[in-house]
């Protein structure tokens, strides 16, 4: 079972930048594709992000394109996110998975999540 922490979130201004990290532990990063999702309060969860365990292919959901970059470092056991450009309706709780990259479905278990909050 893959073990999985969140960091790097934060409060920052609408316009900014934040840059997530996920390390993952107890099981093969580097046979995994990888995934971030969000909650905002009241939603669902929902899929924002994903990388295969090469890192040779990502997809996003319309809203982050052009905007977000999910990349990964395998000898770090680490998956990242970039995030530029945020708008408040960012706003969230972020957590990292494993993933089904064709379905955009998780796999397992969750983090503990990181919190963005962005302000207008």
């Known amino acids: 079972q893959v073990q999985l922490v969140e960091s790097g979130g934060g409060l920052v201004q609408a316009g900014g930048s934040l840059r997530l990290a996920c390390v993952a532990s107890?099981?093969?990063?580097?046979?995994?594709?990888m995934g971030w999702f969000r909650q905002a309060p009241g939603k669902e969860r929902e899929f924002v992000a994903a990388?295969?365990?090469?890192?040779?292919?990502?997809s996003y959901t319309a809203s982050v394109k052009g905007r977000f970059t999910i990349s990964r470092d395998n000898a770090k056991n680490t998956v990242y996110l970039q995030m530029n450009s945020l708008k408040p309706e960012d706003t969230a709780v972020y957590y990292c998975?494993?993933?089904?990259?064709?379905?955009?479905?998780?796999?397992?278990?969750w983090g503990q999540g990181t919190q963005v909050t962005v302000s207008s």
């Open positions: 998975a494993r993933i089904s990259y064709m379905s955009r479905t998780p796999i397992g278990s």
């Open positions: 990388i295969t365990y090469g890192g040779g292919g990502t």
């Open positions: 107890g099981g093969a990063f580097s046979n995994l594709n």
